[in-house]
């Protein structure tokens, strides 16, 4: 598993940390399927990630996942 926080990539193997309104973003770049636990104070972001898993199976509709998210203070930024 790896995440980006600014500008740089790093490899994480068991913790990771991102400030507030830190733009931030992880990727499997294993051909393995990995699975990870995500803790964030305040609680609340439960709700995003259930507003997510009730989009339709298929190629993720980003607008949606945009519009979700907005609903919860996030912000999708492009790649």
């Given amino acids: 598993m790896v995440e980006r ?5 790093r490899t994480i193997f ?6 507030p309104d830190q ?10 399927r990995s699975r990870f ?7 609340g972001i439960e709700a995003f990630y259930r507003g997510l898993n009730a989009l339709p199976a ?3 509709d980003v607008a949606q ?3 979700i998210a907005s609903e ?5 930024l492009p790649p």
């Fill in 23 to 32: 733009p931030h973003t992880f990727r499997n770049i294993s051909e393995i």
């Fill in 37 to 43: 636990l995500v803790r964030t104070t305040p609680s």
């Fill in 14 to 19: 068991s913790v990771s940390r991102a400030d």
């Fill in 72 to 76: 919860y203070g996030i912000e999708i």
């Fill in 65 to 67: 996942a945009i519009a």
């Fill in 5 to 9: 926080l600014k500008s740089s990539w």
């Fill in 58 to 60: 298929g190629p993720p």
